[in-house]
């Protein structure tokens, strides 16, 4: 109170003084409290931002992998529909009625010799029915129920096959060489080789001559595809020749098959007319 009456009594330019020189000694003191200020806002916001970046990243990671999710999904939906294009376009070139079917399950006892389709008696499916895909036999059906049925695969002991030599230039006197396909010995190594017995004495068909049905037992139409020849030689008894073969299905690998239904009766269909 006195100090402030002494100021106020002083003479003008003396009070100025003073306060000038009060103010030199207390200025330094207040732009360092204005520069913390700063330094503490702008510290502020840099955590803000780290703290939104973050945030950012973290949504930008989410959305990434909701774009991959999406890619692979369309990704598998074009290879689905490119299967599905090459599988219509090959039906629609053979003469045959054909049932498109998915695989279900493989038979868990003996994984690589049968499996299960989704189409069963309700579907019109029926017993011994030849069983395909666009690369050739894939086996029979062996039993029906009325939603699924069991298949038999080429190589396992109950689907036998009656197959030739395909007709070919190279193969000449050997094109009328019939035989069977069965189970190979070194199937339990590779369930993709099977033999092919009792073809005629002295048959010696060159690696990589093809295999088809023969169509004869009436079992499987004329001319599918089975596989191909790795070698050949003299059965033991030195009756017959035999070879092995490649099959051309890697049955491991099935996704859908076709199934061949019974020829329509002609006559029957013109009455339906």
Known sequence: MTAGIVLLSLPTRMNNQLKWMVAGVFLPFLGLAEAVDEKAESLQSIVVSKQELLRENQQLRRELQNYKIALL???????ENALLRQQLGWRESLPWRLLPARVLVKDPTNWWRSLYINLGSDDGIIENSPVLSPSGLVG??????????????????????????????????????????????GTSLNPRLVDFHHLP???????????????LGGGYPRGIPVGHIIDSRSSASGLFAEARVRLAVDLNRLEMVWVKLPDQDVSATEEGM
Do not use: W
């Not at 999904?73 to 290879?79: D, E, S």
């Not at 004495?201 to 169509?215: H, L, N, Q, R």
């Open 140 to 185: 029979k059906i062996e039993q029906v129920e009325s939603h699924r049925s069991l298949v038999r695969l080429v190589g396992d002991q109950h689907c036998k096959v009656a197959a030739m030599l395909a007709i070919s230039p190279r193969q000449g006197k050997y094109e009328s060489a019939h035989g069977t396909i069965t189970p190979g010995a």
């Open 73 to 79: 999904k369309n990704q598998a939906i074009a290879t």
């Open 201 to 215: 004495v002295g048959t010696e068909p060159e690696p990589g001559a093809k295999v088809i049905t023969s169509g």
